[in-house]
């Protein structure tokens, strides 16, 4: 008779941990566009790993894989359906997720593994990854009307363009649209009052990050 291992309290999984390749291999993870990149990360929190499989039977993870450079607009989790982020490391890791690519498997299936130990998030990385899985739920929702004229005149692209270059500086752009009233705009003479607010880092260079926020 085999005796089944039991998940305990001290499970050495946490949030933003990576799987190893054999746990990605085993469980047939691999990313369908980069499998030899892939790189897949532990989404729920420490507190639910914590809990035995009958009260928390399964752990979320996303399957991302990696990149060689950062896009600036999906760092610091501006992007709500694509994160840039790097992991700490003797050689940096940079990595890729999207938030579509969530998936859902038992604890037991990684019982047997140990999460990859040379590749971890920093605190503030933690934070963003944190940020970023939160912001799914919490972002605003825009008139169709608003969104609709935004796309249709170019504006997406162009502020993605702006950004893009300061993406590690800027961490954040907020738009308020009509002082957060609900009102029903008609045709292009009925304009929307907006207001773009911008996060721009403190450190390690506030003048440089306010000077790209300026610009």
């Known amino acids: 008779m085999v005796t089944r291992k039991e998940w305990t309290r001290d499970t050495p999984w946490r949030q933003g941990h990576l799987l190893p390749h054999e746990a990605v291999k085993a469980l047939g993870l691999t990313h369908p566009k980069y499998p030899d990149d892939t790189l897949v990360i532990v989404a729920s929190h420490d507190c639910d790993l914590a809990q035995p499989p009958d009260k928390e039977p399964n752990i979320e993870i996303v399957v991302g894989h990696r990149i060689h450079i950062l896009n600036g607009n999906n760092t610091h989790a501006k992007s709500t359906r694509t994160l840039h982020v790097g992991f700490e490391a003797d050689d940096s890791l940079l990595a890729e ?55 249709n005149t170019g504006m997406t692209d162009r502020i993605a363009k ?20 609900e009102i029903l705009r008609n045709g292009p003479d009925d304009i929307y009052v907006l207001d773009i607010v911008l996060l721009h880092a403190t450190e390690p260079d506030f003048n440089a990050a306010a000077s790209a926020a300026n610009k």
């Open 162 to 181: 702006a950004v893009k270059p300061h993406g590690e500086l800027i961490t954040a752009l907020f738009f308020d649209v009509d002082e957060g009233e």
């Open 97 to 151: 997720f999207v938030v579509t690519d969530k998936k859902s498997i038992s604890k037991y299936a990684l019982i047997d593994f140990m999460p990859v130990a040379e590749f971890k998030l920093s605190l503030k990385g933690l934070v963003t990854f944190q940020c970023w899985l939160a912001s799914r739920y919490r972002r605003s929702a825009f008139p169709d009307e608003f969104e609709n004229r935004f796309k």
